[in-house]
C-alpha cells in the first residue's frame, strides 16, 4: 500500500470515492490501484530502473461531484543484496554473491546448515545474467554440493555473503529448505508366538536408531498399535543400527481360543505407512499348569490341569532319564488343588515308580498334555537316586537257629538291619554285627556283615522263615534267598 486518500471540502459529513483517472499527470495511472480509498501499487518498483511515478486521482463525493488531483510518488531506494540463493536439491545448493568493493573478485559465502554445520564456498562459476544485471564482471556463482545425506523430512540452508577481506558476515543473502522425502520402508520380522505373546522386530531404514509404531490385527480387525519396546542384540548387530528395535504383544485376554490369524506391520517413521511383516496362523491357548508334589523311592505325585479345559482330567506323560516312561490321565480328584483354583474333576496323580531301575540318579521329567494342541507342557523336574540293593546269603537254618551274612553295596563298610518274618509276620528286627572275615575278603568289604539268630520256639508242623536285607538309603526290604520251610516235629 503506498497511502490512503482523503478529501477536503467545506460540507461535514460528505464521503468520498476514489478512481483512478486520464489527464494531465496520469502517465503511471496502470502502475496502480485504488481499493476502498488506499492506494496500492500494482508492481514493484526498482529505485533503479525508476524513481519516480505521477498519476491523476478523482475524488468523487455522495452527490456526484468531483474534484481532481495529480501526484508524484518518489521511490525510496534500499541497498540491493549482493548475492542470492537460487535452488536447491539433495545434491546441489546454487545462487550467486560479489563483493561491491571488489566487484571482478569471486568472493566466499557461508552455508549453515539447520543452524548448526556450516561450510564456506567460494563463488567459481560465471553468472553472466548477474554481471550483466550489476555490469561487473568475473566469476560470482556458487553451487555447494551438498555433503552426506540428510534424514527424511525438513533441513534448513542459510547462505550468508562474507566480507572478502575480514571473512565476517555481510548479509545473508537467502534461507532455502530441503525437503527429504521417504526413501525406504520399514524392516522387520514377524518371528512367531511364544505362550500367549507374539513377537519380533521392526525398523524404518530412515530413522534407524528410533523406535517405531507396530499394528497387531488380529483376524483382520486392527487390535493394538504400540512402540517396539526393547533392543535386540542380533538386529542391530545384522543391520549396523542402535536403539530398540524388538517388540512383544500379550494376546488379549478377549482373543478366544483356537487359531486365529494375526497379521502384524511396521509403521513408516514418517509416513505412517504400514508394511507387512509377516502373517501367522498362532493358536490362542493357555497351558496346562501343574506341580510335583513329591517323589519318593517309590512314588512320585502331583496334579496338573488346563486353564482350558478346568473340570476335565488331562494326560500326564513321565519321562525318566529323557526317555518317556509312561502316560497316564489324572485318576483322582485333589480337594485341596480345586479349591485352590475353583475348579471340578479330576486333577491329581501319583505315578508309581518302576523297581527295576538301576542304581544311581535319574531325572523324571513331568509333562501335563495341552487340551486344546496337545503340546507337553513342563510341569516339573525332579531327581532320584536309587540305591544298589543289599544282598546276602542264608547259611543255615533249622527250627532253632539261622546265620548268614547281608550287606549293602552303597554302604560296604557299614553293618546293615536284617528283618526275620515267621510265617509272614515280622518277628524281630537284627543287625550284621559279626565279623565275617570270608565274605570281606570275598567282596572287598570291611566291617561287621556276619548275623546269627536263635529262634522262638516253634509249634509242631511247618512253618516259613522270610530273611530280609534292609537298605540303608531306602529302608526297601530285600529278600535273601528264598522264602524257606522248617518243619517241626
Ligand atoms: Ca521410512
Ligand atoms: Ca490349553
Ligand atoms: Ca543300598
Redesign the pocket.
Known amino acids: 500500500m503506498v497511502g490512503v486518500l482523503t478529501t477536503s471540502d467545506n460540507d461535514i459529513n460528505n464521503s468520498f470515492t476514489y478512481s483512478l483517472v486520464s489527464g494531465t499527470g496520469s502517465t503511471d495511472n496502470a502502475s496502480f490501484s485504488i481499493v476502498n480509498g488506499s492506494l496500492l501499487s500494482g508492481t514493484g518498483f526498482n529505485f533503479e530502473a525508476k524513481n519516480v511515478y505521477t498519476i491523476r486521482v478523482r475524488s468523487t463525493d455522495q452527490g456526484g461531484l468531483f474534484t481532481e488531483k495529480a501526484f508524484t510518488i518518489n521511490i525510496t531506494d534500499v541497498p540491493d543484496m549482493q548475492g542470492f540463493v537460487d535452488t536447491i536439491s539433495p545434491a546441489l545448493l546454487t545462487g550467486w554473491a560479489y563483493d561491491p568493493s571488489t566487484p571482478a573478485a569471486s568472493i566466499n559465502v557461508r552455508v549453515v546448515i539447520d543452524s548448526n554445520v556450516n561450510y564456506t564456498v567460494p563463488t567459481t562459476f560465471l553468472r553472466q545474467d548477474v554481471n550483466n544485471a550489476f555490469n561487473i564482471t568475473g566469476n560470482h556463482g556458487f553451487a555447494f554440493a551438498i555433503p552426506g545425506s540428510y534424514s527424511t523430512g525438513y533441513h534448513q540452508f542459510d547462505v550468508y555473503r562474507l566480507n572478502p577481506v575480514s571473512g565476517a558476515v555481510e548479509e545473508k543473502i537467502g534461507t532455502k529448505i530441503l525437503s527429504v522425502a521417504e526413501t525406504a520402508a520399514p524392516r522387520g520380522s514377524f518371528d512367531g508366538s511364544l505362550g500367549s505373546s507374539i513377537f519380533g522386530w521392526a525398523y524404518d531404514p530412515d530413522a534407524p536408531t528410533t523406535a517405531i509404531n507396530v499394528r497387531v490385527d488380529i483376524d483382520g480387525i486392527t487390535s493394538s498399535t504400540f512402540t517396539t519396546q526393547f533392543a535386540r542384540a542380533d538386529v542391530n548387530a545384522a543391520f549396523g543400527i542402535t536403539g530398540n528395535h524388538g517388540f512383544s504383544f500379550d494376546i488379549p485376554g478377549s482373543v478366544s481360543n483356537g487359531s486365529h490369524t494375526f497379521a502384524v506391520y511396521a509403521l513408516d517413521s514418517t509416513t505412517g505407512g504400514a508394511t507387512l511383516l509377516g502373517s501367522r496362523i498362532v493358536v490362542v491357548n493357555k497351558a496346562p499348569v501343574g506341580y510335583i508334589d513329591s517323589i519318593s523311592p517309590t512314588s512320585l505325585s502331583g496334579w496338573a490341569y488346563d486353564p482350558d479345559a478346568s473340570a476335565t482330567a488331562l494326560n500326564i506323560r513321565v519321562d525318566i532319564d529323557g526317555v518317556t516312561a509312561s502316560t497316564f490321565v489324572t485318576p483322582f480328584a485333589r480337594a485341596d488343588v480345586n479349591a485352590v483354583f475353583s475348579i471340578t474333576g479330576n486333577h491329581g496323580f501319583a505315578y508309581n515308580i518302576p523297581s527295576t531301575l538301576a542304581a544311581g540318579t535319574h531325572t523324571f521329567n513331568i509333562y501335563a498334555v495341552d487340551s486344546l494342541t496337545g503340546a507337553a507342557q513342563s510341569i516339573g523336574t525332579k531327581t532320584l537316586t536309587v540305591?544298589?540293593?543289599?544282598t546276602g546269603w542264608v547259611d543255615s537254618l533249622n527250627a532253632s537257629t539261622l546265620s548268614g551274612w547281608a550287606y549293602?553295596?552303597?554302604a560296604p563298610s557299614t553293618s546293615i538291619s536284617v528283618r526275620i518274618d515267621i510265617d509272614g509276620v515280622t518277628n524281630t528286627t537284627i543287625t550284621t554285627t559279626l565279623l565275617r572275615a570270608d565274605v570281606n575278603t570275598a567282596f572287598s568289604l570291611t566291617g561287621n556283615h556276619g548275623f546269627f539268630f536263635a529262634l522262638p520256639t516253634l509249634s509242631t508242623g511247618t512253618h516259613t522263615v522270610a530273611i530280609y536285607g534292609i537298605?540303608?538309603?531306602s529302608s526297601q526290604a530285600v529278600l535273601i534267598g528264598s522264602i524257606h520251610q522248617v518243619i517241626v516235629a
Do not use: N
Not at 540305591?387 to 543289599?390: D, G, K, N, Q, R
Open positions: 540305591s544298589a540293593l543289599p549293602d553295596p552303597d537298605d540303608t538309603v
